[in-house]
């Protein structure tokens, strides 16, 4: 089996910015996808951002466009989110996830087969 496990998470003033981390153990994979979700209380999982394995090709919801960055270890399963001028509204839990293979982007949370168990990020205003 495989775990991720999310870390970065933290209290920012609105305007600053967080690197997220993802790390895998367990059974490795030569290739994967990747992405970012995240959950604030009272609402549903959204999707926040992916990339393919090639790194060639990104996505971002449109409410993250020129503030968030998706990228990966070259060495390693390790993937980053870099948040830059954070906003109140981006307050949430954040989860990575993953789909072993050579794919594309994927925004749908259900084409994914592995996820971390979540790391807090809080805006103040």
């Known amino acids: 089996q495989v775990q991720l496990v999310e870390s970065g998470g933290g209290l920012v003033q609105a305007g600053g910015s967080l690197r997220l981390s993802c790390a895998a153990s367990g059974r490795t994979f030569s290739s994967y996808a990747m992405g970012w979700f995240r959950q604030a209380p009272g609402k549903e999982r959204e999707f926040v951002a992916a990339?393919?394995?090639?790194?060639?090709?990104?996505h971002y919801a449109d409410s993250v466009k020129g503030r968030f960055t998706i990228s990966r270890d070259n060495a390693k399963i390790t993937f980053y989110l870099q948040m830059n001028s954070l906003k109140p509204e981006d307050t949430a839990v954040y989860y990575c996830?993953?789909?072993?293979?050579?794919?594309?982007?994927?925004?749908?949370?259900?084409?994914?087969?592995?996820w971390g168990q979540g790391t807090q990020v809080t805006v103040s205003s």
């Open positions: 990339m393919s394995w090639t790194g060639g090709n990104t």
């Open positions: 996830a993953v789909k072993p293979g050579p794919w594309g982007v994927n925004s749908d949370s259900g084409q994914y087969d592995y």
